[in-house]
């Protein structure tokens, strides 16, 4: 299943920053970079979204919002942020609900793969890569700004 082209499916999810977040929000103003990774706290999230919160003056100078995603609670989020200076907001898609939408959920895990999607500003999929296994983490912040750059 690919999305590349089509609506991204729209959200309202609870997130670390004590907010709801609903995607369809950032339309017309923001492009949107969307990135599930499987579980807080473990050893290749914690060095991606840190990576990616790391270049988040970056991303702003792109026009451009990231959120984190995954099954994990608001609560737990806002933990691992606290710990891993993460400022990106982080969302907390609890029965991967949003996960399914973009087909990136692994049910028979309970989380959901390693995946990026970049939405443009009118709402729609203009790039997304789902890795192979969710240890692997192939797609760095510096390509998705090279992509969202050539918008």
């Not at 492009?31 to 991303?59: A, H, I």
């Not at 891993?84 to 991967?96: F, K, Q, S, T």
């Amino acid at each position: 299943m690919t999305l590349t082209g089509q609506p991204a499916p729209d959200f309202t999810l609870p997130s670390s920053t004590g907010e709801n977040i609903t995607l369809s929000s950032y339309r017309g103003n923001k492009n949107v970079v969307l990135v599930f990774y499987p579980l807080d706290f473990s050893p290749v999230c914690s060095m991606q979204l840190p990576e990616y919160s790391g270049r988040q003056d970056d991303f702003a100078d792109a026009n451009t919002v990231v959120l984190g995603i995954n099954r994990d609670s608001a609560y737990t989020h806002k933990a691992w942020a606290a710990e891993y200076g993460i400022e990106v907001p982080l969302l907390a898609d609890m029965n991967l609900e949003v996960a399914r939408q973009y087909g990136v959920s692994l049910d028979g895990k309970g989380i959901s793969g390693r995946a990026v999607f970049l939405i443009d500003k009118e709402g729609v999929v203009r790039y997304e890569h789902v890795e192979a296994t969710p240890g692997e983490y192939t797609v760095k912040p510096e390509e998705v700004l090279e992509k969202i750059r050539a918008l």
